[in-house]
């Protein structure tokens, strides 16, 4: 078969960020090189945000490492928020200094970013300066772009013309909610920015947008295999001339030639490509898979499965059965029965099995049925929590408990001088905070407590000891800020020393594999590597590892090994679990664009996959939890 495309912008799918973000410093560095070798400056037009901070960490290895000189380099970043001081936790200048300038020999005057400390009169005129700047460098010769989930490029927001100039720009409700967790609140994120304009990006002679994660999957689709439309600013790209898109699985998720690569090129027809196939042809259909025919086969593309795999009635049959035996009520392995199409083993009947929960409360918000079912059925169940959390407890909710605990002392004639002490300062502290200052140590750790209060409080609901609750407090996490540290020795030593200690026969893990930044990646990679540095030791042989999604998205059904179906009265019992967390309720601190409760996302969630079981024509359950096996 010829291989069709559907994208309209020439776009690079790499594995992970990292290796993109590697392949784009690559590029401008040689851009940097040849420039010096011609004598010329080299003009960069650069981005801010999660997506590039990885190519400007590569750059400055570059530099340090193999002599890559900044001495020629003339950049204009993007945007910068409205107003803004140079030096806040939030400003653009702040960003790019600590994340690039800082490190590299780039001369103090090279660099230029919007001015948010102007008067508003005079943007206008400093937004014309400013591209006339750009202009007396001959223009851009790169232009390094990242992309909002609204489809924005800079801050040009949807809505923005194809010819519009630097200027001043009112955000987007979505921008603002997608900055809430630097501004620590969405009252605290600015209104406007000034941002280059559309068509400053277009003139720029080369220009790489990069995106990586799930989150971006769906706007990196509509931007490359969409309409051009207002709608969409990245979509504009279409029409340059010299664009290339990088970006990793996650962000590819949505493209045809991932979504249904057989519409694209020729696929190898294997078990997982063959249910791929079919079960996104029943769902476009909305037919049972029982119910397709051979016609619905060739119209949707899948002749080439026919002629090879016979006719629709045995795939039917097969697919069905595959479905089928993802399901199972016995998530530990159903004891004595045959295991062979089960997806969990029958042996040892009583398993020991330890559950990884990234956040203290996501082990019962997305898993919290089979957490209960392998409680009930008699297995050993340990919950190893990963991250204090602490960052997401309101002040006042901090401030409650404080002022509960003074309370207390007096109460009970307590007369402890130091907890006293700590406490009543911690509530001054909380009294006088700033926006967007950080927690002081004290108090992070009554956060933490807190937190930690409620993951006790869900154990103890579910039914496993408090000795099997284990608070890894990774290092990693305690930054006191949304920004965390890199992962360390002692982060993988301690998820380490307690898989050794507990040899558990199943690990189940938050396996958000495609996002690339949130601490659920993070704690996974710990995992990953803890279980690859244990697998040689006699334990390991019988662990296996399950993963479970931790954001909101579940797994496509075609890639589910295990889905625990739940009745209605579990589903309540599953919820009452995740009330026990009441510093997560009402409003959260970190809550998104997502207005719904975490009890309500994980009901709807498992609702969903269970809809989705009934409506391929396999048994209608109320709720389900899904799983993925990792081989390791
Ligand atoms: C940043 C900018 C924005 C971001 C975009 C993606 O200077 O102009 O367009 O590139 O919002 O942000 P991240 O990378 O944080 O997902």
């Given at each position: 078969?010829?291989?069709?495309?559907?994208?309209?912008?020439?776009?690079?799918?790499?594995?992970?960020?990292?290796?993109?973000?590697?392949?784009?410093?690559?590029?401008?560095?040689?851009?940097?090189?040849?420039?010096?070798?011609?004598?010329?400056?080299?003009?960069?037009?650069?981005?801010?945000?999660?997506?590039?901070?990885?190519?400007?960490?590569?750059?400055?290895?570059?530099?340090?490492?193999?002599g890559l000189s900044f001495k020629n380099v003339v950049t204009f970043n993007l945007d910068e928020y409205f107003p803004m001081q140079p030096d806040a936790l939030q400003s653009y200048v702040r960003f790019m200094k600590e994340q690039l300038f800082d490190h590299v020999d780039i001369p103090k005057g090279n660099y230029h970013i919007p001015d948010g400390t102007?008067?508003?009169?005079?943007?206008?005129?400093?937004?014309?300066?400013?591209?006339?700047?750009?202009?007396?460098?001959?223009?851009?010769?790169?232009?390094?772009?990242?992309?909002?989930?609204?489809?924005?490029?800079?801050?040009?927001?949807?809505?923005?013309?194809?010819?519009?100039?630097?200027?001043?720009?009112?955000?987007?409700?979505?921008?603002?909610?997608?900055?809430?967790?630097?501004?620590?609140?969405?009252?605290?994120?600015?209104?406007?920015?000034?941002?280059?304009?559309?068509?400053?990006?277009?003139?720029?002679?080369?220009?790489?947008?990069?995106?990586?994660?799930?989150?971006?999957?769906?706007?990196?689709?509509?931007?490359?295999?969409?309409?051009?439309?207002?709608?969409?600013?990245?979509?504009?790209?279409?029409?340059?001339?010299?664009?290339?898109?990088?970006?990793?699985?996650?962000?590819?998720?949505?493209?045809?030639?991932?979504?249904?690569?057989?519409?694209?090129?020729?696929?190898?027809?294997?078990?997982?490509?063959?249910?791929?196939?079919?079960?996104?042809?029943?769902?476009?259909?909305?037919?049972?898979?029982?119910?397709?025919?051979?016609?619905?086969?060739?119209?949707?593309?899948?002749?080439?499965?026919?002629?090879?795999?016979?006719?629709?009635?045995?795939?039917?049959?097969?697919?069905?059965?595959?479905?089928?035996?993802?399901?199972?009520?016995?998530?530990?392995?159903?004891?004595?029965?045959?295991?062979?199409?089960?997806?969990?083993?029958?042996?040892?009947?009583?398993?020991?099995?330890?559950?990884?929960?990234?956040?203290?409360?996501?082990?019962?918000?997305?898993?919290?049925?089979?957490?209960?079912?392998?409680?009930?059925?008699?297995?050993?169940?340990?919950?190893?929590?990963?991250?204090?959390?602490?960052?997401?407890?309101?002040?006042?909710?901090?401030?409650?408990?404080?002022?509960?605990?003074?309370?207390?002392?007096?109460?009970?004639?307590?007369?402890?001088?130091?907890?006293?002490?700590?406490?009543?300062?911690?509530?001054?502290?909380?009294?006088?905070?700033?926006?967007?200052?950080?927690?002081?140590?004290?108090?992070?750790?009554?956060?933490?407590?807190?937190?930690?209060?409620?993951?006790?409080?869900?154990?103890?609901?579910?039914?496993?000891?408090?000795?099997?609750?284990?608070?890894?407090?990774?290092?990693?996490?305690?930054?006191?800020?949304?920004?965390?540290?890199?992962?360390?020795?002692?982060?993988?030593?301690?998820?380490?020393?307690?898989?050794?200690?507990?040899?558990?026969?199943?690990?189940?893990?938050?396996?958000?594999?495609?996002?690339?930044?949130?601490?659920?990646?993070?704690?996974?990679?710990?995992?990953?590597?803890?279980?690859?540095?244990?697998?040689?030791?006699?334990?390991?042989?019988?662990?296996?590892?399950?993963?479970?999604?931790?954001?909101?998205?579940?797994?496509?059904?075609?890639?589910?090994?295990?889905?625990?179906?739940?009745?209605?009265?579990?589903?309540?019992?599953?919820?009452?679990?995740?009330?026990?967390?009441?510093?997560?309720?009402?409003?959260?601190?970190?809550?998104?664009?997502?207005?719904?409760?975490?009890?309500?996302?994980?009901?709807?969630?498992?609702?969903?996959?269970?809809?989705?079981?009934?409506?391929?024509?396999?048994?209608?359950?109320?709720?389900?939890?899904?799983?993925?096996?990792?081989?390791?």
């Open positions: 078969m010829q291989s069709v495309s559907y994208e309209r912008i020439p776009t690079n799918i790499y594995k992970n960020a990292d290796e993109a973000s590697a392949a784009v410093a690559r590029e401008l560095a040689e851009l940097i090189r040849q420039k010096q070798k011609e004598g010329k400056p080299a003009v960069l037009g650069l981005a801010t945000g999660s997506s590039p901070k990885k190519v400007y960490s590569e750059l400055i290895r570059m530099h340090k490492k193999e102007i008067p508003m009169e005079k943007v206008r005129e400093f937004c014309q300066e400013y591209e006339k700047k750009i202009d007396s460098y001959g223009g851009l010769d790169f232009q390094l772009l990242g992309i909002g989930r609204n489809g924005h490029i800079g801050f040009n927001e949807p809505g923005s013309h194809v010819d519009s100039r630097t200027r001043l720009m009112t955000l987007d409700q979505t921008t603002r909610i997608d900055a809430t967790l630097d501004f620590g609140g969405l009252a605290k994120v600015p209104r406007r920015a000034i941002t280059m304009g559309v068509k400053v990006l277009m003139e720029a002679k080369r220009v790489v947008l990069i995106a990586w994660g799930e989150h971006k999957a769906h706007i990196i689709q509509e931007a490359v295999q969409g309409p051009v439309t207002e709608t969409v600013p990245a979509s504009y790209l279409q029409g340059h001339p010299n664009v290339q898109f990088v970006i990793d699985e996650g962000a590819a998720a949505e493209l045809t030639r991932r979504k249904a690569p057989w519409l694209v090129e020729d696929v190898t027809w294997d078990k997982q490509m063959i249910k791929k196939a079919v079960t996104n042809l029943s769902i476009s259909l909305n037919k049972p898979v029982l119910k397709l025919t051979n016609r619905d086969y060739n119209d949707y593309g899948l002749s080439d499965l026919l002629a090879q795999h016979g006719q629709a009635y045995d795939l039917n049959i097969d697919v069905f059965n595959w479905l089928q035996n993802t399901i199972t009520g016995w998530p530990g392995g159903k004891p004595n029965a045959d295991d062979t199409n089960r997806p969990e083993r029958a042996n040892p009947v009583k398993k020991r099995c330890l559950i990884f929960s990234p956040h203290p409360d996501d082990d019962i918000i997305s898993m919290g049925g089979t957490f209960q079912r392998l409680v009930d059925q008699g297995h050993e169940v340990h919950v190893a929590y990963q991250t204090s959390g602490n960052i997401a407890v309101a002040d006042d909710e901090a401030l409650r408990f404080a002022d509960f605990v003074v309370d207390f002392n007096e109460k009970f004639g307590i007369t402890s001088a130091d907890a006293d002490k700590i406490f009543k300062e911690a509530a001054r502290y909380l009294r006088n905070k700033k926006s967007s200052q950080k927690d002081s140590d004290e108090v992070r750790s009554i956060k933490g407590l807190i937190r930690k209060g409620e993951a006790k409080a869900t154990c103890r609901f579910v039914g496993i000891p408090v000795e099997h609750a284990h608070f890894l407090n990774m290092p990693f996490y305690e930054t006191g800020l949304v920004e965390k540290k890199p992962l360390g020795e002692e982060d993988y030593q301690v998820v380490a020393d307690l898989i050794e200690k507990i040899k558990p026969h199943q690990i189940y893990a938050a396996g958000d594999l495609a996002d690339p930044h949130g601490t659920h990646k993070v704690c996974l990679d710990a995992i990953f590597e803890a279980v690859n540095r244990l697998k040689g030791k006699d334990f390991m042989k019988d662990c296996w590892v399950w993963l479970y999604k931790g954001a909101w998205a579940e797994w496509d059904i075609d890639q589910i090994e295990m889905a625990v179906p739940m009745s209605p009265d579990q589903v309540v019992k599953k919820r009452l679990g995740i009330f026990k967390h009441q510093s997560q309720k009402d409003g959260v601190v970190f809550q998104g664009a997502d207005a719904r409760e975490f009890w309500q996302r994980a009901e709807d969630r498992n609702r969903g996959t269970a809809e989705l079981y009934n409506k391929l024509g396999l048994a209608e359950y109320a709720a389900m939890e899904a799983f993925v096996r990792w081989k390791f």
